[in-house]
């Protein structure tokens, strides 16, 4: 496996231009894996929610509960 060192170095041998281009490719890369992680994220809580594993809240009752929970990783 490429250490990160190893992959830098590597990377400063490319030209500007590439060295931009690999940017551009890793940054829209990573949002892509991203994106499919929240994809899969959704999937997985949809199937809870019809399982009854979830309940529905209104938005007052989500914030709220939002709410409390920051308070409480404060205190």
Do not use: W
Not at 50 to 60: D, I, N, Y
């Amino acid at each position: 496996m490429v250490t990160l060192d190893q992959a830098l170095d590597t990377a400063m041998q490319l030209s500007s231009d590439q060295q931009e281009m690999l940017i551009q490719i890793l940054h829209n890369r990573r949002i892509e894996t991203r994106r499919e992680e929240i994809a899969q994220d959704a999937k997985t809580s949809i199937a809870a929610f019809h399982a009854g594993q979830l309940k529905s809240q209104t938005a007052e009752e989500a914030i709220s509960e939002l709410r409390q929970s920051l308070n409480n990783v404060e205190e």
